[in-house]
């Protein structure tokens, strides 16, 4: 019934943008916190950005000032805005609903050329 579907990755160079979505269902959208993780190959996987039911923030230090991440109630949709991107930043990107014991998209690729 749950469902985390994320769409928007891709290839890009460094320097650039790109915005992921994440379209939720079978959840209480509006009360539930919403997050962006991410994995490398090789490497735990790590918190991007979170935002709460009341709208509040929060971001790596990493990201602070590069990624946005934001809300749409209405659609039942979370985005991560990534501007600035670096190689580093390549990894499978994560939707979560309810922190890390809740539930999970299957991911989107993000890869970031030099």
């Known amino acids: 019934q749950v469902q985390l579907v994320e769409s928007g990755g891709g290839l890009v160079q460094a320097g650039g943008s790109l915005r992921l979505s994440c379209a939720a269902s079978g959840i209480r959208f509006s009360i539930s916190v919403m997050g962006w993780y991410r994995q490398a190959p090789g490497k735990q996987r790590e918190l991007v950005a979170h935002i709460s039911s009341t709208a509040s923030t929060t971001y790596a230090d990493s990201m602070k000032g590069r990624f946005t991440i934001s809300r749409d109630n209405a659609k039942n949709t979370v985005y991560l805005q990534m501007n600035s991107l670096k190689p580093e930043d390549t990894a499978v990107y994560y939707c979560?609903?309810?922190?890390?014991?809740?539930?999970w998209g299957q991911g989107t690729q993000v890869t970031v050329s030099s």
């Open positions: 979560n609903a309810q922190g890390v014991n809740g539930y």
